[in-house]
C-alpha cells in the first residue's frame, strides 16, 4: 500500500518521494478520480455515515491506493479510516 505520510518525512530519499507521488498520480489517474472527485466523495460519505453515528471528522482519512485482487491483479481501491465517537439513536 502506498504510504501517504511517507511523502512528508524528512527521512525519506528524494527519489523515493518522487517515486511515491508518482504512484499516487497513477492511481488517481488510472481511476479518474481528481481531487474534486475525492473531495465530493468525502463529503457524502461524512453526510450518510453521521445519519447512523457521530464520526470525528477532524482524524477522517479517505485516499485512492493501489490493492491486489487474484482475478484482476493490481486494482485502485478507495481507503477510509472513520473514527466513531458513538452511534446514533435511531428513531
Do not use: W
Not at 17 to 45: F, G
Amino acid at each position: 500500500m502506498l504510504d501517504i505520510f511517507g511523502l512528508f518525512s524528512k527521512k525519506s530519499p528524494s527519489k523515493d518521494v518522487a517515486k511515491d507521488r508518482l504512484k499516487l498520480v497513477l492511481i488517481h489517474d488510472r481511476v479518474n478520480c481528481s481531487t474534486q472527485l475525492l473531495e465530493m466523495l468525502k463529503v457524502d460519505i461524512i453526510r450518510v455515515i453521521s445519519n447512523y453515528m457521530e464520526i470525528d471528522e477532524e482524524e477522517l482519512d479517505i485516499q485512492i491506493s493501489q490493492a491486489t485482487s487474484e482475478i484482476n491483479g493490481s486494482v485502485p481501491m478507495l481507503c477510509a479510516n472513520i473514527p466513531i465517537k458513538s452511534m446514533r439513536k435511531i428513531q
